[in-house]
């Protein structure tokens, strides 16, 4: 019943910003996280960063730590990063994705067994 839109990828040059955003609509509550994964052409899909949506705890890979900046819109239900200084690395199709929070079981957010619904990829390519 929940709905995850993707958009704002794009093709920029190595040290670039784009800012992804994340639009959730259908019924939703406040005890799920929102989170970003990527997967480049050939390997495993990645985490990149997740967040709380009550709290507003954000988690980060180190791969992307102190590049990109996850936040959310309470009122909008979006949820977006930022990327700068973007590396030929990053290149990828990036989904954001939620989770349902039982509050039964340790969430890392990291895990992407942990999130239930998923939305369409988008597009980052990243020149060198």
């Known amino acids: 019943h929940v709905q995850l839109q993707a958009s704002g990828g794009g093709l920029v040059q190595a040290g670039g910003s784009l800012r992804l955003s994340c639009q959730v609509s259908?019924?939703?509550?406040?005890?799920?996280?929102m989170g970003w994964f990527r997967q480049a052409p050939g390997k495993e899909r990645e985490f990149v960063a997740a967040i709380t949506w009550s709290a507003g705890i954000s988690f980060y890979a180190n791969a992307v730590r102190g590049r990109f900046t996850i936040f959310r819109d309470n009122a909008k239900n979006t949820v977006d990063l930022q990327m700068n200084s973007l590396k030929p690395e990053d290149t990828a199709d990036y989904y954001c994705a939620a989770s349902y929070i039982d509050g039964q079981r340790y969430y890392t957010h990291r895990d992407q067994n942990e999130y239930g619904y998923w939305g369409q990829g988008t597009l980052v390519t990243v020149s060198s």
């Open positions: 259908g019924r939703t509550s406040s005890s799920y996280a």
